[in-house]
């Protein structure tokens, strides 16, 4: 019997990910990153393949979007090979696991890539006129500042909350969540350019799905919403055909992150809603499960202590180490219940999302 699917170190989830991809016979190839892990060790997006390589329908399953947040999706990765869903595939279907897209955000217990880049918001058009966040420019300096005391702490969680006080607590998760473009050393930063995890994912795509009339997506993501709960973010408008397909296949719990619908703050460059664009000879099904951890002022304090640390201190002092586990603790509840309902609501939105390819490739 396998077995915990769930990891402590993007080390060990590379590991339990590429033995159960191989007992489960599946093609594995790796996109190597430039850089290392803390342990030295090699930091890589893995592709497990199941099924026909031109298979008409294809699930891709993506953990580690966000860096961190990929101890849940790789957990959900694992458990869905230990527990041989792929059985459930039909002649025309085969699924992508897609792990650690962000490999270096995981192996650091980072939300970013290595470019200190939000990757749900890089998979933007840079050639056009970049989006604005003027409310991020004005709290800018109160996000990051320059010490990490606890005086320095407190002041600037002040001057935040006092935004939250005169706006509403909405208005400052958007101001700080929607996206910028202008604070390379800031959070939820979109970048200056197609940063390595969205090339590597474009490459996969390109490679991969070409021959797909039909792609479902399911990416992980942690950190908002309540504890246990995974919310179904579709990007698109409740308008689209998207969203009716989505909404067909996993049912009417399905929250549109444009349409306002969502724990989500309305965003510009996420890639599940680029995936439409770069699979423009497909039908894209896609959902994010957003599974809730712990109470949104602790996630945000979490990716301050984070962004400062890389920014001005040093990640492997004994300092930190202790904001490491800070945000891990941010995005990855390391309990049997919580194990238990990212697992359950995982296995149910890949049945669905094979069933619906099932029905799509039969019509
Ligand atoms: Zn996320």
Same mark, same amino acid.
């Given at each position: ?232 973010? /579709? %990007? @698109?408008?409740?308008?689209? $055909?998207?969203?009716?397909? &989505?909404?067909?296949?996993? =049912?009417? !719990? ?8 969502? /724990? %989500? @703050?309305?965003?510009?460059? $996420?890639?599940?809603?680029? &995936?439409?664009?770069?699979? =423009?000879? !497909? ?27 890389? !920014? ?52």
């Amino acid at each position: 019997m396998a077995g915990s699917p769930f990891s402590a170190t993007y080390a060990e989830a590379r590991d339990k990910f590429l033995a159960a991809a191989t007992e489960a016979g599946a093609s594995l190839s790796a996109y190597v990153h430039p850089q290392r892990g803390p342990d030295g060790g090699e930091l890589a997006t893995d592709v497990a393949w199941v099924g026909p390589a031109d298979a008409q329908a294809v699930l891709v399953m993506v953990s580690g979007t966000h860096g961190v947040e990929g101890h849940c999706g790789s957990g959900a990765q694992v458990d869905w090979l230990h527990r041989g869903e792929y059985a459930r595939l039909g002649p025309k279907l085969a699924v992508a696991l897609v792990h650690a897209i962000n490999p270096y955000g995981f192996a650091w217990s980072r939300r970013v890539t290595h470019e200190n880049v939000d990757l749900n918001r890089n998979f933007i058009d840079f050639t056009k006129p970049l989006p604005q966040n003027p409310a991020y420019d004005g709290l800018a300096a109160a996000v990051k500042p320059l010490t990490w005391t606890e005086t320095a702490r407190n002041e600037s969680r002040e001057i935040l909350l006092g935004y939250a006080r005169e706006h509403g607590f909405p208005a400052l998760v958007q101001a700080m969540s929607g996206g910028q473009y202008r604070h390379s050393d800031g959070i939820f930063y979109g970048g200056s350019g197609p940063t390595w995890s969205r090339r590597t994912l474009e490459a996969i795509f390109r490679e991969r799905l070409s021959a797909a009339s039909d792609v479902g997506i399911i990416d992980y993501h942690t950190g908002l919403g309540p504890e246990g709960y995974a919310e179904q973010i /579709v %990007s @698109a408008l409740p308008t689209s $055909d998207e969203y009716r397909r &989505a909404a067909l296949w996993h =049912g009417l !719990a399905v929250a549109s992150q444009s349409g306002g619908e969502s /724990v %989500s @703050a309305k965003l510009a460059g $996420d890639w599940l809603d680029a &995936a439409p664009g770069l699979l =423009g000879h !497909a039908r894209v099904t896609g959902i994010a499960l957003e599974y809730g951890t712990v109470e949104s002022n602790q996630v945000l304090e979490a990716l301050r202590a984070d962004n400062w640390l890389h !920014a001005h201190g040093d990640p492997l002092s004994a300092e930190g180490q202790a904001i490491k586990a800070q945000i891990r603790a941010a995005f990855y509840v390391d309990t049997q219940v919580w194990h238990g309902m990212v697992l359950g609501q995982s296995l149910i939105a890949g049945r669905q999302a094979i069933a619906g390819l099932t029905r799509a490739v039969a019509a």
